[in-house]
Nanobody
């Protein structure tokens, strides 16, 4: 069984920063891609960003580009989401996910961590 656990969420004022971390435990696996998603109250879950370990290529949603950065260690299946210049609309539950093969979809998901940005 593979488990992804997010940490680092919390309450922050607009303009502030937070760093979320995601770590995998349980059965050993190799991830090709790790991604971050979020879900705001009453809205569908949306893509935030991802990192493809081969080449360390990152992708971001337009709404967070220039403010959020993903880093991590593919060999350890850990990923961090550095969030700067936070806005109230960044509020939501943030999930990390892992894909074992690029383009195959995300196989493993974390339980999520709450991020609340106050105005």
């Amino acid at each position: 069984q593979v488990q992804l656990v997010e940490s680092g969420g919390g309450l922050v004022q607009a303009g502030g920063s937070l760093r979320l971390s995601c770590a995998a435990s349980g059965r050993t696996f190799s991830s090709a891609v790790m991604g971050w998603f979020r879900q705001a109250p009453g809205k569908e879950r949306e893509f935030v960003g991802s990192i493809v370990w081969s080449g360390s290529t990152t992708y971001y949603a337009d709404s967070v580009k220039g403010r959020f950065t993903i880093s991590g260690d593919g060999a350890k299946n850990t990923a961090n989401l550095h969030m700067n210049s936070l806005k109230p609309e960044d509020t939501g539950v943030y999930y990390c996910a892992a894909s074992v093969r690029r383009g195959a979809g995300y196989t493993y998901w974390g339980q999520g961590t709450q991020v609340t940005v106050s105005s």
